[in-house]
């Protein structure tokens, strides 16, 4: 089975805070992407990358940046939160048709 | 992305069927999903149809896509509580499997 691990389910953070979202992956997955999902707008994509090193902006990118160091791993980076981040993260990755998902991150910033 | 357009919510009485369905706009995608979201949780891929078919059946999901009117369509039979669900609609666009989801059809089962 895929499997899609995201480092944290909930996380409260302050506004102006950095905050490091992680996402792993175990498939040796070339593409992972970020979205944030919000009620009434679907999922919404933030970053995605292509292979280690490789990141393209997607759709909605300001206030945040990705890293992506090894294959299986991509981080979504707050370099400085705002509460209107305040959302779901939702991280996927994928080889083929199939975007496999991880459980989402519900972060809160107040 | 491209648009991806659902109706918010569809309430059904457990053992009737349920039809959610979705317009999109990119007459060029691959491929066309339905992904389910149970409460907290991730999505997963429930079923996804080529764009140059125009039925999918698989148990009790069909799908139905009408290229021409861009509109997509899933029709559960016999619907469960378990069915209860937030479902997406979903298109590829562009390179490297983008997809582009709609906003989500909250399905509330009533026993």
């Known amino acids: 089975d895929v499997k899609v691990t995201q480092s944290s389910r909930y996380l409260v953070k302050r506004t102006g805070e950095k905050v490091f979202l992680e996402c792993v992956q175990d498939?040796?997955?070339?593409?992972m992407f970020w979205y944030r999902q919000d009620p009434g707008l679907g999922l919404r994509l933030i970053y995605f990358s292509y292979d280690v090193k490789m990141k393209e902006k997607g759709d909605i990118p300001e206030g945040y940046s990705v890293s992506r160091e090894k294959k299986e791993r991509f981080s979504l980076i707050l370099e400085s939160a705002s509460t209107n981040q305040t959302s779901m993260y939702l991280c996927a990755s994928t080889t083929g048709y199939e975007q496999y998902f991880g459980p989402g991150t519900r972060l809160t910033v107040t | 992305g491209e648009d991806v357009e659902q109706s918010l919510f569809l309430s059904v009485r457990e053992g009737d069927s349920s039809v959610i369905n979705c317009t999109y706009t990119?007459?060029?995608?691959?491929?066309l999903y339905w992904y389910k979201q149970e409460p907290g949780a991730g999505l997963q891929l429930l079923t996804y149809i080529f764009s140059n078919m125009d039925m999918k059946q698989d148990q009790r999901l069909t799908v139905l896509l009408n290229k021409k009117d861009k509109h997509l369509s899933l029709r559960i039979a016999d619907t469960q509580t378990g069915d209860s669900a937030i479902y997406f609609c979903?298109?590829?666009?562009?390179?490297?499997?983008?997809?582009?989801f709609g906003t989500g059809t909250k399905l509330q089962v009533i026993p």
């Open positions: 990119d007459s060029s995608s691959t491929y």
């Open positions: 979903a298109e590829t666009y562009g390179g490297y499997q983008k997809v582009t």
């Open positions: 498939m040796d997955h070339e593409n």
